[in-house]
């Protein structure tokens, strides 16, 4: 339906062009990236971004690129009873690595992996030397394989198809997984399917050759993982919160050497570690490999995803959604939701009851699983309430506890309601069964659900469903206010809780749980300032737009900047959002020759500043905030107030979501203007 919105000029700059798309950003310390203050991390370093492979255009579709990028899908089934494994198979806790299939004819056989990449195999058993080099598994295919292309294709064909598109991602062609097989704790993920054409063939075999992982020191490896469990995994938590210091690392360090080549150099990216081994070009140019793998269809080949295959297929889903917003970012986090629901992670505990080998975890385990569940959870709202999309999770069929971090308690497990107007009661149950401070994990899922109600009510309305819209939306109106009342009081106070010993972490992410709370109540307000046409009942909803603004602004101005790589870079949107309409009550003139006080107009122009700062912060390290930024100032310079009735009405009615295409086009469009001059 979108594949025809137009690109937006100036505003909406691709991250993966061919050209900086940042020449009109001034050179000031605001713009650089990847620049945090030197007392967290390694050297830090700017640099401008090394251009990607295919340009992706923030805020429009392109569907031939997803398309091309992404290749089968899983097939989203929930496996039957005589799908489950036997009590004696591996289990995703306790079990080793599972041996590779021992084909039944007895000669030696060459890995698939030897055959892919034209090397020669020493065939041994279980692991030749060249995969337990690369720290890969053998495996076999049903039918023995000559290297090369397969039987009946031509070679040169292939190459002058791939010559035409040199900047595209070639989808792998596989065949549809069997049936979804329990979920295995194998330490490495498996190895992609044998069934390719000789295109991706060869693509494969030119990637592993020149490219292979970054050479890390041990020392410089640590202080990495160390730097990510102290930043990022605050912002978006894969892992559970280390008890002590050291003890996160520790736990980061055990798992799959795939995933912790891919947290070191995620995290060497967004603190501006420089090293000697390698430039930044090389490490722009390694993410792109890792994003541009299409790692959901090569790691699990046909099989479960194991915990750390889930962990890597998450952050590279939530770098991608922030770094290079757009449809493929969005599309990753579609198909990676179905792949959860295809493995059961929305139905955990309902498994951990009944399906072996599920039934063996341990709590710790399943907790453990839960996270990365309500990781996903997170990603499919952010992508779905700023675009104005459809969830892919319906919340009313969760049968997954909410998370509670490490040690569990097996007597406090609390669920998602099925009703939405189950909310409060269990916002009741969580204060009055549980200590304050175990809570913050639990409260900010709550917050993201609030969230989602207010951008279904959002959705129904534009789809102009008038009779249905004004119940639902006064219903959700309700649950909002009965979250906000029933959770704690100081909630949504701006400032660190110093006699409570609040730490600085915990209270930045407290805050953003207070902004998804505020977010929830713009967007109800932004309904209501659509729906109401008389003009005075229009004025009272206007002034709430304000109001909430300003409670966005107070939660800014406490915010400490060494923590903007702690907290979750999507609240960026929600600044962008307040930052459009406290420029338009800048230049409001309700009445004829009515304009605002001095001191309200001082109090919005700090408060549009203390924004602008807000997301300055975040554009250091972030693409999604400099495009923000870049959407707003050309939305700030195209309008020329004093704006009236008419043309504030017409923002509202253009508004379809904060990352909407067609509402950002609005914005900077000769629309807005025409609205003005006829008002």
């Known amino acids: 339906m979108l594949k025809d919105t137009p690109t937006i000029p100036n505003t909406h700059i691709s991250p993966h062009g061919n050209s900086d798309p940042w020449k009109s950003i001034p050179p000031s310390s605001s713009s650089t990236e990847g620049s945090i203050p030197a007392t967290q991390v390694p050297r830090a370093t700017t640099r401008p971004r090394k251009p990607r492979s295919e340009v992706v255009a923030f805020g429009t579709f392109d569907r031939q690129a997803g398309i091309t990028r992404y290749g089968r899908l899983c097939r989203p089934r929930f496996p039957r009873g005589d799908d489950l494994p036997s009590p004696n198979m591996s289990s995703p806790d306790l079990a080793p690595a599972r041996e590779a299939e021992i084909d039944s004819d007895a000669r030696p056989r060459v890995c698939d992996n030897c055959i892919r990449q034209k090397v020669k195999c020493d065939l041994r058993r279980p692991k030749c030397s060249r995969c337990l080099e690369r720290g890969h598994q053998c495996t076999y295919s049903c039918s023995r394989r000559r290297p090369g292309p397969l039987p009946g294709t031509k070679r ?17 062609e596989s065949p549809l997984p069997s049936t979804p097989g329990p979920p295995s704790h194998t330490t490495e993920p498996p190895t992609p399917p044998t069934t390719s054409t000789p295109a991706t063939t060869e693509l494969q075999t030119a990637t592993t050759s020149r490219s292979g992982p970054l050479n890390f020191s041990p020392e410089d490896e640590r202080s990495l993982l160390e730097w990510y469990i102290d930043t990022i995994n605050h912002a978006f938590p894969v892992f559970p919160y280390a008890p002590s210091d050291g003890a996160g690392v520790e736990v980061v360090s055990s798992c799959s050497r795939d995933l912790v080549q891919t947290l070191v150099v995620i995290a060497a990216k967004l603190s501006g570690f420089v090293s000697t081994s390698f430039d930044s070009s090389e490490l722009n140019a390694h993410i792109d490999q890792i994003l541009s793998s299409v790692s959901l269809q090569e790691d699990i080949a046909g099989d479960t995803p194991t915990l750390d295959q889930f962990r890597k297929f998450c952050l590279l889903a939530f770098y991608e959604f922030h770094q290079f917003p757009g449809q493929q970012a969005w599309t990753r986090i579609g198909k990676l939701t179905r792949l959860a629901h295809w493995t059961g992670l929305d139905q955990l505990d309902r498994l951990h009851e009944i399906a072996p080998p599920w039934t063996i975890l341990s709590k710790d385990r399943l907790e453990e699983w839960r996270l990365v569940w309500w990781c996903i959870y997170a990603l499919d709202s952010y992508a779905s309430v700023s675009t104005g999309m459809p969830y892919e999770i319906d919340e009313g069929l969760i049968n997954t506890a909410l998370p509670q971090g490490l040690p569990t308690d097996q007597s406090r497990e609390f669920y998602l309601p099925h009703r939405h107007d189950g909310l409060l009661n269990l916002v009741q149950k969580l204060l009055s069964d549980s200590p304050r401070q175990t809570l913050g994990l639990e409260i900010h899922i709550i917050s993201i659900t609030v969230l989602r109600h207010a951008g279904r009510a959002l959705r129904l309305h534009v789809l102009g469903k008038q009779d249905d819209c004004a119940k639902v939306v006064a219903d959700t109106e309700r649950r909002i206010s009965e979250v906000r009342l029933a959770l704690p009081g100081n909630l949504f106070n701006p400032r660190r809780n110093a006699f409570a010993n609040e730490s600085a972490a915990t209270h930045h992410f407290r805050l953003v749980t207070a902004m998804h709370l505020h977010m929830a109540q713009m967007l109800m307000t932004l309904i209501n300032c659509r729906r109401l046409a008389e003009e005075h009942a229009w004025l009272l909803k206007w002034q709430q737009v304000l109001e909430i603004c300003q409670d966005v602004a107070a939660i800014a101005k406490q915010w400490n900047s060494s923590f903007f790589l702690s907290v979750d ?23 004829a020759g009515a304009e605002i006080g001095d001191d309200l107009r001082t109090e919005i122009e700090h408060c549009e500043t203390v924004l602008l700062l807000f997301l300055e912060q975040f554009a250091k390290s972030w693409t999604m905030p400099r495009l923000l930024i870049l959407s707003f100032k050309s939305f ?44």
């Not at 040169?156 to 792998?172: K, M």
């Not at 870079?569 to 009445?591: C, R």
């Not at 909407?660 to 003005?676: D, G, K």
């Open 156 to 172: 040169g064909s292939q190459r002058a198809s791939l010559s035409h598109r040199p900047n595209r991602r070639v989808a792998r």
């Open 569 to 591: 870079p999507a609240v960026s949107i929600i600044a962008f959002i307040a930052l459009i309409f406290l420029d338009l009550h800048l230049k409001f003139n309700g009445n």
């Open 636 to 679: 700030k310079e195209s309008l020329n107030g004093p704006v009236g009735y008419q043309q504030v009405r017409a923002v509202f009615l253009h508004f379809q979501s904060p990352l909407h295409p067609r509402w950002l086009q609005f914005l900077t469009s000769n629309a807005l203007h025409a609205e003005n001059c006829q008002s």
